[in-house]
């Protein structure tokens, strides 16, 4: 048998050895054995044990963002749908409402220009909101410059002002 040839010749090999050198090779192979353990079984599960805090709170803060994003999608669904043809007159209430007169609307076909003379940012973001959310409009272009008036008379920590155009897409009307 030429299996039995290498084997042998091991074994024959192993007894020639002395007994402190036979002890030497067995505590090499068992040093050999533990560090196989610990680099193919032991390290990496220590290392998913180190890591698992992190990924933990990470997967907690994307259950959250996705639990918010629910809860939005959930009242989106809830409002009453207004009219396509009830657009126009909601971008125009909530204009006139959240930025007065620092704002102009302009209504040609299915798309409506906003025209902005320092708008303050905040109340413009509560817009913006309020034109996705109740007129069902969608910005398509946006054109702001920060109002250097505006930034200029009033100390560091004013509200910054808009000036500029800001063209939204209103919902299609129903085909009959």
């Known amino acids: 048998m030429p299996t ?7 074994q024959n090999r192993w007894q020639t050895l002395a007994a402190r050198e036979r002890a ?11 560090a196989l353990l610990w680099w193919l079984a032991l390290a990496p599960a220590l290392d998913t044990l180190r890591r698992a805090p ?3 709170a990470q997967l907690d803060a ?13 009242q989106l669904q809830t409002q009453a749908r207004s009219e396509p043809g009830d657009a126009p007159a909601a971008l125009r209430r909530s204009l006139a ?5 620092s704002a102009q609307l302009n209504l040609l076909g299915e798309r409506a220009t906003v025209t902005l003379q320092g708008a303050p940012a905040q109340a413009l973001a ?13 910005p398509v272009e946006v054109r702001l410059a920060r109002n250097a008036g505006a930034s ?7 509200e910054p002002r808009w000036d500029g155009t800001l063209v939204l897409a209103l919902p299609q009307p129903p085909a009959n």
């Open 97 to 101: 409402q959240t930025l007065g007169g």
């Open 4 to 10: 039995s040839f290498p084997w042998q010749a091991l």
């Open 126 to 138: 509560q817009w913006l909101l309020q034109a996705r959310s109740n007129a069902h409009a969608v």
């Open 54 to 56: 992190v990924r933990h």
């Open 24 to 34: 030497l090779v067995r505590a090499a192979a068992a040093m050999l054995a533990l």
């Open 152 to 158: 200029a008379g009033a100390g560091a920590g004013a």
């Open 62 to 74: 994307q259950l959250q963002r996705m639990r918010t994003l629910q809860a939005e999608a959930q």
